[in-house]
């Protein structure tokens, strides 16, 4: 069975910076791609980055530049380092796996979130 | 990287049929067939509900269906239920190599 579960989230300072990690479990993150999605209280769905089973990693414009994802093989976890964190970046964060092609991937798992919120 | 427009809601009495559209561009929804759809209810993540268009994971009822016309996707659910009654999102893969999420639409189940 597949399982993702977030941790890390929590209230941080603006322009400080956190670490977001997920375990996944039932499959192996290193052969999948994995994304971050997250969703600001009251609001849509926010796709925030991916990395494919390759290294490849692409960002939303809103993050770039401050957002980092890597993934660690022996653990089995895919982590999101979040850096010079703004008001707007609060929001619950989804961890997930994607099913890819050649051509293209979506969404198929998510995790149940974990709530970053961002104020002084 | 704009988002996908939805109707912010639409609504149903139970037994009757509703459509939601999803509209992009020709550099996500038009060129490409990886548009997805996602149930979500209040305080829970998002389920996946159909996905590459028109394809229901296993155990999706099938009174959801998809289907794409040139830069519109739609999720049409037939005989409504009341447990039928949430936020559903479109999303889409991009030329840009990213994802790109409709606003959402809540579904009031009357």
């Known amino acids: 069975e597949v399982q993702l579960v977030e941790s890390g989230g929590g209230l941080i300072q603006p322009g400080g910076s956190l670490r977001l990690s997920c375990a996944a479990s039932?499959?192996?993150?290193?052969?999948?791609?994995m994304s971050w999605v997250r969703q600001a209280p009251g609001k849509g769905l926010e796709w925030v980055s991916v990395?494919?089973?390759?290294?490849?990693?692409y960002y939303a414009d809103s993050v770039k530049g401050r957002f980092t994802i890597s993934r660690d093989n022996s653990k089995n976890t895919v982590s999101l380092q979040m850096n010079s964190l703004r008001a707007e970046d609060t929001a619950v964060y989804y961890c997930?796996?994607?099913?890819?092609?050649?051509?293209?991937?979506?969404?198929?798992?998510w995790g149940q979130g974990t709530l970053v919120t961002v104020s002084s | 990287q704009s988002g996908l427009t939805q109707p912010a809601s639409v609504s149903g009495s139970p037994g009757q049929s509703i459509t939601i559209s999803c509209t992009g561009s020709?550099?996500?929804?038009?060129?490409?067939?990886?548009v997805s759809w996602y149930q979500q209810h209040p305080g829970k993540a998002p389920k996946l509900m159909i996905y590459?268009?028109?394809n229901r994971p296993s155990g999706v009822s099938n009174r959801f269906s998809g289907s794409k016309s040139d830069n519109t996707a739609s999720l049409t659910i037939s005989g409504l239920q009341a447990e039928d009654e949430a936020d559903y999102y479109c999303?889409?893969?991009?030329?840009?190599?990213?994802?790109?999420f409709g606003g959402g639409t809540k579904l009031t189940v009357l």
């Open positions: 997930a796996r994607d099913r890819a092609y050649s051509s293209g991937w979506y969404v198929v798992y």
């Open positions: 039932g499959f192996t993150v290193s052969s999948n791609y």
């Open positions: 990395i494919y089973s390759g290294g490849n990693t």
């Open positions: 020709s550099s996500d929804v038009g060129a490409y067939n990886y």
């Open positions: 590459e268009v028109s």
């Open positions: 999303s889409s893969y991009t030329s840009s190599n990213t994802l790109v």
